[in-house]
C-alpha cells in the first residue's frame, strides 16, 4: 500500500480533479478526490488521491503508566471486535465510522485541532529516518477491560495510484513507488514553483 502525507496546504479543496473509487482486495471501497493527475513519457497516468472521508487509527494501550505503549489496531478480526463499539464514541461526535479499503474512516466534520489532544508517532523505518506523524485524539472507549483511542492524522493522507487501461487505479506497491518516488516529488515541486 503506498500512502503518504500531503504537500499540498489542506485548504484546496477546489482543486479537486474529480473523484475516483478504490478498491482492495477484500472488494471493500474508498471514495476519494482526485488531487492530482498527470502523464509520464511513456504514456501511463498517475494519480494523488484524497479520501474523501476523514481516516482514522486506533491504538489499544499496552503496560502500565508511563511504560506504556500504543499499538495500532491493524488486523481485520481485532478490528471487527471492537468496531462496534468505537463507532458508538464516534457517533457521540456526529461522526460514522466506515471500514473502508485500505483504512478505516470517518464521514462528518472533525472537531477542531486541540493540541492537548495531539500524540505524536515515530514511524521507524529501516532505509530512511522518517518525520513523527501527529495524530488528534477522537475518542477513548474500552472493551474487555482494555482501553483503546481513536486517532486521525493531522496531515491529509495521499494514496499514489497508477491508472490502467480500463480506468481502475491501481495502487503502487512500495518498491514501485520507491522507484517512481523522484520523478513524482520533482513534479509536484515543479507544481509549487
Same mark, same amino acid.
Not at 478526490?33 to 513519457?41: A, G, P
Not at 473502508?100 to 462528518?108: I, M
Given at each position: 500500500?503506498?500512502?503518504?502525507?500531503?504537500? +499540498?496546504?489542506?485548504? &484546496?479543496? /477546489?482543486?479537486?480533479?474529480?473523484?475516483?473509487?478504490?478498491?482492495?482486495?477484500?472488494?471493500?471501497?474508498?471514495?476519494?478526490?482526485?488531487?492530482?493527475?498527470?502523464?509520464? *513519457?511513456?504514456?501511463?497516468?498517475?494519480?494523488?488521491?484524497?479520501?474523501? %472521508?476523514?481516516?482514522?487509527?486506533?491504538?489499544?494501550?499496552?503496560?502500565?503508566?508511563?511504560?506504556?505503549? #500504543?499499538?495500532?489496531? *491493524?488486523? %481485520?478480526?481485532?478490528?471487527?471486535?471492537?468496531?462496534? /463499539? #468505537?463507532?458508538?464514541?464516534?457517533?457521540?461526535? /456526529?461522526?460514522?465510522?466506515? &471500514?473502508? #479499503?485500505?483504512?478505516?474512516?470517518?464521514?462528518?466534520?472533525?472537531?477542531?485541532?486541540?493540541?492537548?489532544?495531539?500524540?505524536?508517532?515515530?514511524?521507524?523505518?529501516?532505509?530512511?529516518?522518517?518525520?513523527? *506523524?501527529?495524530?488528534?485524539?477522537? #475518542?477513548?472507549?474500552?472493551?474487555?477491560?482494555?482501553?483503546?483511542?481513536?486517532?486521525?492524522?493531522?496531515?491529509?493522507?495521499?494514496?499514489?495510484?497508477?491508472?490502467?487501461? &480500463?480506468? %481502475?487505479?491501481?495502487?503502487?506497491?512500495?518498491?514501485? +513507488?520507491?522507484? +517512481?518516488?523522484? +520523478?513524482?516529488?520533482?513534479?509536484?515541486? &515543479?507544481?509549487? %514553483?
Amino acid at each position: 500500500m503506498t500512502m503518504f502525507s500531503s504537500p +499540498f496546504p489542506e485548504g &484546496n479543496d /477546489n482543486a479537486h480533479l474529480g473523484s475516483m473509487t478504490l478498491t482492495d482486495d477484500k472488494g471493500k471501497k474508498l471514495e476519494c478526490y482526485i488531487e492530482r493527475s498527470f502523464v509520464v *513519457e511513456d504514456g501511463q497516468e498517475y494519480c494523488l488521491l484524497l479520501p474523501v %472521508d476523514s481516516p482514522v487509527e486506533i491504538f489499544a494501550w499496552q503496560g502500565e503508566d508511563e511504560e506504556s505503549e #500504543a499499538i495500532l489496531i *491493524e488486523d %481485520d478480526a481485532a478490528i471487527d471486535e471492537i468496531f462496534s /463499539n #468505537a463507532q458508538a464514541v464516534l457517533s457521540e461526535l /456526529n461522526l460514522k465510522l466506515k &471500514n473502508t #479499503a485500505y483504512a478505516l474512516t470517518v464521514e462528518g466534520e472533525l472537531p477542531p485541532v486541540d493540541e492537548s489532544e495531539i500524540f505524536s508517532l515515530e514511524i521507524e523505518d529501516e532505509e530512511e529516518t522518517l518525520e513523527p *506523524e501527529s495524530l488528534q485524539r477522537l #475518542a477513548i472507549f474500552y472493551h474487555k477491560q482494555r482501553e483503546y483511542a481513536i486517532y486521525t492524522p493531522l496531515d491529509p493522507l495521499l494514496f499514489f495510484a497508477r491508472i490502467s487501461k &480500463n480506468g %481502475d487505479p491501481q495502487l503502487l506497491s512500495p518498491e514501485e +513507488f520507491h522507484q +517512481f518516488q523522484p +520523478f513524482l516529488e520533482q513534479h509536484l515541486f &515543479n507544481e509549487l %514553483d
